[in-house]
């Protein structure tokens, strides 16, 4: 029985690694950029098969490719935003119409990005073995990979939250993310931070592509679910709050583990009843104001 | 402007709009059976759009749930059916739909702006799974089978949907009624202290909106002969209607009419021509058409025409 329940938390506590660390990037994404970016999974998606390539075709260490993968999803993210969000923020009229339409559009990129996805790497499914052999835990047994994407998601975290709390940089995002027009008058270069915001939080999504990679099967169509993923718990934690993410990257990773240990089928109907309960009730999230 | 001018413009847009639907009325006489069966999609996309903008349009809210309340009508007419005729079925899917999204519109519309967004999207998936759940687990068996009702029936069906809800959308912009959920989506707090009851008149609309595309799905239904959760559930067609209406410009009704009669047609063309590109050139025209058409279509063409005939009228 004990074994049982440490067997549902940790396996719950190792998938809401990596659900932190994509919706840290999502919801700096929407709390600074005030991109509702619907495309997010879709980088996720271009990490996991940047890695799966470097693996297949180099031969590279898939941990090593964090290191490749994560600035190549954070230069595409930054162009992005200085060419498309950026144009669109200076011609909305107010801040609801901007989040409408950048979401909008943001939708159009999915489209773009997950179809030339699949016209470079085919729809099959793909995917490649790396550390499948298993830790002992107390009694439960776990595959090592998924023990070293949850600590590498939990070190990336760390020192994501390091870099807003103590540089120079991190200040102005934290400024940009509390009043725009005022961190723009104080010296912030706003057009940079906003679109070096996006390109971070992109920069997290290629992390968390390459982390998924490494423990499951990946498709230009993956995206999507992760997006979703994402939504609910930058929800849960509410939007816009780092570490109100990572508390509910944990707790979906929990509540999916509970349910699907229980009902599998429903695991994730379970997230949505979650996340519309939530809605509902407290719409500002776990740590929200 | 005198009043004859008035009067006669009012005459002739009337006597167009009679010969349009004149002409629709009895394409079916004399069209192929490839263009009856064209339009019927056509008018799928259109009905579904126009609900949507009568919704969103106005109060600027986006709702990403058409699919669900399509989705309903589908699943309506896939197990009413062979019980019941098609005229009724057509009802209850509205009035399933209806009944939805006035739950759904109590619970949610007080969430304001990207929320409801995001809650009307998680509705869709949320109805997919538990019926995925359902089908798979506790019953055991995926998918329905639908009755078959042939092309001419489902083009005449459609034709008398979209009617009526163009003249719905047609009433509802030109009465108080559209004056206070247009006000809603300029301020919304600015219009509940003017007297305008915010929370009813949102879920109301909204529910007007849903009951069409129930309907529609009742209909459109009886095309695909089989129909199961991912079929019905799909989000697609949330995504589609919002495109289109951005793309034809919600500022004048005709605008989601004409951005969904277009879409639809570039769809079937550009699926029959390239089946692997399609997705990705839509995916660039909504990028442009939110970028570069922030009015639409409608708005692109009024600028224009403005600026041909606003010159002359200066000179003269």
Redesign the interface.
């Known amino acids: 029985m004990i074994v049982t329940i440490l067997d549902i938390v940790i396996a719950g506590l190792l998938m809401g690694g990596i659900y932190a660390l994509i919706a840290v990037g999502f919801s700096l994404q929407?709390g600074v950029a005030r991109v509702?970016n619907v495309s997010h999974g879709e980088f996720i998606m271009l990490g996991a098969f940047i890695t799966w390539m470097l693996y297949k075709v180099v031969g590279i260490n898939p941990l090593v490719c964090l290191a490749i993968s994560g600035p190549i999803t954070l230069v595409i993210g930054f162009l992005l935003h200085r060419t498309?969000f950026t144009?669109?923020r200076s011609?909305s009229p107010s801040l609801?119409?901007f989040?409408?339409?950048s979401?909008?559009?943001s939708?159009?990129?999915?489209?773009?990005i997950?179809?030339?996805a699949?016209?470079i790497w085919g729809n099959a499914v793909k995917g490649y073995t790396y550390l499948d052999s298993s830790v002992n835990i107390g009694g439960a047994i776990f595959a090592t990979n998924r023990l070293v994407t949850a600590l590498s998601a939990l070190v990336i975290g760390v020192a994501f939250y390091i870099f807003l709390a103590r540089t120079r940089l991190g200040k102005a995002i934290r400024a940009a993310a509390q009043d725009p027009r005022t961190a723009g008058i104080m010296g912030v270069n706003i057009d940079h931070v906003l679109a070096l915001c996006f390109g971070l939080g992109a920069l997290m999504a290629g992390f968390g592509g390459t982390l998924i990679s490494m423990c499951y099967s990946i498709q230009p169509t993956m995206g999507f679910q992760y997006t979703?993923i994402a939504?609910?718990v930058v929800?849960l934690g509410g939007l816009g709050s780092i570490p109100g993410s990572f508390i509910g990257g944990f707790v979906l990773g929990l509540v999916g583990s509970i349910v699907s240990h229980w009902?599998p089928?429903?695991s994730?109907?379970a997230y949505?009843?979650l996340?519309?309960i939530l809605?509902?009730v407290k719409?500002t999230g776990i740590l929200g104001k | 402007m005198d009043i004859a001018s008035v009067v006669s413009k009012r005459a002739f847009s009337l006597g167009l709009l009679l010969l349009i639907l004149i002409l629709l009325a009895t394409s079916p006489l004399y069209a192929p059976r490839y263009t009856v069966v064209l339009l019927s999609s056509i008018f799928m996309y259109v009905v579904i759009t126009v609900s949507w903008a009568i919704f969103s349009g106005p109060t600027?809210y986006?709702s990403l749930a058409p699919a669900a309340f399509f989705g309903v009508g589908i699943y309506i007419s896939a197990m009413l059916g062979k019980a019941l005729p098609l005229p009724a079925v057509i009802g209850i899917g509205g009035l399933a739909s209806f009944c939805l999204a006035l739950f759904v519109g109590a619970?949610?519309l007080r969430?304001r702006?990207?929320?409801f967004?995001?809650?009307t999207?998680?509705?869709v998936?949320?109805i997919r799974?538990?019926l995925?759940?359902w089908e798979?687990?506790i019953s055991g068996r995926r998918g329905r089978i639908v009755v078959i009702v042939d092309n001419t029936t489902v083009y005449y069906l459609m034709l008398i949907i979209f009617s009526i809800l163009v003249l719905t959308a047609y009433l509802i912009r030109r009465s108080r009624y559209g004056l206070a959920l247009q006000s809603i989506g300029e301020y919304e707090d600015a219009a509940a202290h003017t007297g305008v009851n915010v929370t009813i008149v949102k879920i109301i609309t909204f529910a007007i909106s849903a009951t069409f595309m129930g309907a529609a799905g009742a209909v459109m239904a009886t095309k695909w002969t089989y129909i199961d959760p991912y079929i019905a559930f799909n989000p697609l067609y949330s995504?589609m209607p919002?495109?289109m209406a951005?793309f034809g410009g919600m500022g004048q009704l005709y605008g989601p009419i004409i951005g969904a009669a277009i879409f639809t047609y570039l769809e079937e063309f550009l699926i029959t021509r390239f089946p692997?590109?399609y997705?990705?050139i839509?995916?660039?025209?909504?990028?442009v058409a939110?970028?570069y058409m922030?009015e639409g279509l409608v708005g692109l063409i009024e600028k224009l025409w403005k600026r041909i005939w606003g010159v002359r009228g200066a000179n003269s």
Do not use: D, W
Request: aromatic share 18%; hydrophobic share 70%.
């Open positions: 929407y509702l498309l144009r669109l011609s609801t119409a989040e409408g339409k979401m909008l559009a939708f159009g990129l999915l489209f773009i997950q179809n030339v699949i016209l979703i939504i609910i929800v009902q089928a429903l994730l109907a949505y009843m996340f519309i809605l509902i719409p | 600027g986006i619970l949610t969430l702006g990207i929320y967004a995001m809650f999207f998680g509705l998936e949320f799974h538990l995925l759940f798979c687990v995504f919002v495109l951005i692997y590109y997705m990705l839509f995916g660039i025209i909504m990028v939110i970028l922030p």
